[in-house]
């Protein structure tokens, strides 16, 4: 695959900056753990895809982390608001070559491999490979050239944000994964055995 490029958009895990939805209720500390426990996850999942791998930081380069300098290409994210971001990240993609790109963020825990492989695949015989979350939104957009109106005049992090991007793509070929849950708020992660360490002080 390799025509193939992975973008994984990840935010720097500083005490009090990350999953702030979640550390309202569980506290900066937990949420800061949580959130580099799904960091690894995503690591585990992506690091032997074969595919090229570009990580996009959300504020600065971090050099010696869990995103491991020989796999992942480490990039710094570009623009005023998420839809603009992930359109520089496209289309430095599509400029260097590639004509598979997906793009993913680094909180789903319900994500693996070989979903990722899948993912890649239908772009062989569609246009678009989307993702759609449980919330409205979606956790993976893929496709083959650049479709920019995709990542504008959206209202990032609402409920209408899958809507009206398949508005969008409504002329193109669109394979839709499963649906699938991002982890942002508390109720997302309480039933879930693996984070069960992270929440002991929620129980006693």
Same mark, same amino acid.
């Given at each position: ?63 010696? &982390?869990?995103? +491991? ?12 608001? $998420? !839809? /603009?971001?992930? =359109? ?35 772009? &062989?015989?569609? +246009? ?12 993976? $957009? !893929? /496709?083959?050239? =650049? ?54 002080? /929620?129980?006693?």
């Amino acid at each position: 695959m390799g025509n193939s490029l992975l973008l994984i958009f990840t935010r720097n895990p500083e005490l009090g900056k990350c999953k702030t939805r979640l550390a309202a209720k569980v506290g900066d500390t937990a949420a800061l753990d949580i959130y580099k426990f799904l960091l690894q996850h995503t690591v585990s999942f992506t690091k032997n895809l074969a595919v090229e791998k570009w990580v996009f930081y959300s504020e600065d380069i971090w050099e010696n &982390d869990i995103w +491991d300098n020989y796999t992942y290409t480490k990039k710094v994210q570009q623009g005023p608001n $998420l !839809g /603009m971001r992930m =359109l520089n990240a496209f289309e430095q993609g599509f400029k260097a070559g590639f004509e598979k790109i997906i793009i993913i963020g680094s909180d789903m825990y319900q994500l693996s491999q070989t979903d990722m492989e899948e993912a890649f695949s239908r772009l &062989d015989d569609h +246009d678009i490979v989307l993702g759609p979350a449980e919330d409205g939104g979606y956790y993976l $957009l !893929g /496709m083959t050239t =650049l479709k920019k109106e995709v990542f504008q005049d959206k209202t990032w992090g609402t409920d209408t944000v899958l809507s009206n991007t398949l508005q969008d793509l409504r002329s193109e070929s669109v394979f839709m994964l499963p649906e699938k849950n991002d982890v942002d708020h508390y109720e997302d992660i309480k039933d879930i055995e693996a984070f069960q360490p992270f929440l002991k002080h /929620m129980k006693e």
